[in-house]
């Protein structure tokens, strides 16, 4: 018992308080929502914060990402992948020298299919679909693309390729939304369809897989009171479909 | 047989979405190119959509969309019902259809303006009944360079 006491009890105490001191979003440990490490996995980036997130120099790769702050994001030269990434600040929302890049990878829960030929995707969200005539409800792919306010969805809605083939992954979903003002200065906002021309490579390797197509261009929505900018550095942002790079192949 | 996928939707929402489009971005919503050489059974996808709210005014542009005609840009009603001004460029107009969910509804959506650019119109009008269900213009506007 005593052991437990001058030892384990004080041991146990401090790992719980380390692990409260390392949370870069505790409002009651610092002032700022700090990340600059790498975040690499299959899950959920999820949360929100009374806090100024602050993403500087470093890469975020996972399933969806969903940043909330009350106050302001603020993300420089970094390169953020997902199959949904929505980004919301109360005050503002300011990108420099970085990538904010989607596509349609989804790997569990609404959407998700292993059907080949067949999947689901509203406007932007790449599937597959034979004839548009066939439509059902939600399954739309890349030939039939429909304007939808996607924005209007459950932030943790899933989307993206229907189909279990990477080349016609859909290009996902992004929403940048700040109150006051969102600034861009020379970076991407890209969700493209599978795959892209610049990728010859991959075109090469999928040249003659039979009904192949590329998968729809994503969904991009920009929202705030107005738009600010570095005029001489541009921001890309695109939403292309997939290119067709194999062969008829009956 | 193959598509280059269909491209995707861009909104723009913002007081200066004009100014922004015009200084601040590269915008690019094109359908995915079909690579191959055997373009009787292989196609282009269709151009994707933009669009435009500035001080509460919504605008839909559906431009040059590729020849596929199963790459539909799908507008159902209660969606038009929220658009102000339609524009139709280059060419878009076969693959652009306003799709009835309900062919039964009686309902008229008045009050939209419709603006062509560069494109058939006698293709559109030939085709007009069944694009567009229960729709009146205030206004269209066809413009050709």
Same mark, same amino acid.
């Given at each position: ?86 980004l919301t600040a109360n005050y503002n929302l300011s990108i420099y020298d970085s990538t904010i890049s989607t596509n349609g ?84 906002? $890209? ?24 998968? $729809? ?34 | ?72 840009t799908i507008l159902s009603p209660y969606q038009l019902n ?64």
């Amino acid at each position: 018992m005593n052991l437990f006491i001058f030892f384990l009890l004080p041991l146990i105490h401090s790992l719980f308080t380390s692990t409260l001191v390392l949370n870069p979003c505790d409002p009651d440990y610092t002032d700022l929502c700090l990340i600059n490490s790498k975040i690499v996995n299959k899950d959920d980036l999820i949360f929100s914060t009374k806090l100024e997130i602050v993403i500087w120099f470093t890469l975020i790769s996972c399933q969806t990402v969903n940043l909330s702050s009350s106050s302001k994001i603020t993300i420089t030269g970094s390169h953020l992948n997902a199959s949904s990434i929505v980004l919301t600040a109360n005050y503002n929302l300011s990108i420099y020298d970085s990538t904010i890049s989607t596509n349609g990878t989804i790997i569990k829960g609404k959407g998700y299919t292993s059907v080949l030929l067949q999947g689901f995707g509203y406007a932007g969200m790449g599937s597959v679909c034979i004839w548009w005539e066939e439509l059902i409800d939600n399954s739309y792919g890349p030939n039939c693309a429909e304007y939808i306010e996607l924005n209007h969805w459950d932030m943790n809605d899933t989307q993206g390729s229907g189909g279990i083939r990477y080349w016609e992954f859909g290009g996902g979903r992004i929403i940048l939304k700040a109150t006051k003002y969102i600034y861009f200065s020379n970076s991407n906002v $890209t969700a493209s369809g599978y795959p892209s021309v610049e990728n010859k490579t991959l075109c090469e390797n999928i040249a003659n897989q039979p009904y192949s197509k590329g998968g $729809t261009g994503g969904f991009i929505l920009i929202e705030s009171e107005e738009i600010r900018y570095h005029s001489q550095q541009k921001t890309r942002v695109e939403a292309q479909g997939g290119y067709y790079c194999g062969f008829f192949n009956f | 047989m193959g598509w280059g996928g269909s491209g995707g939707k861009i909104n723009i929402i913002a007081n200066n979405a004009d100014e922004a489009i015009e200084n601040a971005f590269m915008i690019s919503v094109n359908g995915g190119k079909n690579l191959t050489i055997n373009e009787e059974f292989c196609s282009n996808g269709a151009t994707g959509t933009l669009c435009i709210t500035q001080l509460g005014r919504k605008r839909l542009y559906v431009n040059g969309s590729f020849s596929y005609t199963q790459s539909p840009t799908i507008l159902s009603p209660y969606q038009l019902n929220a658009i102000d001004d339609i524009y139709i460029i280059n060419n878009a107009l076969s693959s652009f259809h306003i799709y009835n969910l309900n062919e039964k509804s009686s309902i008229v959506y008045q009050g939209k303006n419709l603006h062509i650019e560069n494109s058939d119109f006698e293709d559109f009008v030939h085709s007009a009944d069944k694009v567009f269900f229960n729709v009146s213009f205030n206004m269209i506007n066809i413009s050709n360079s």
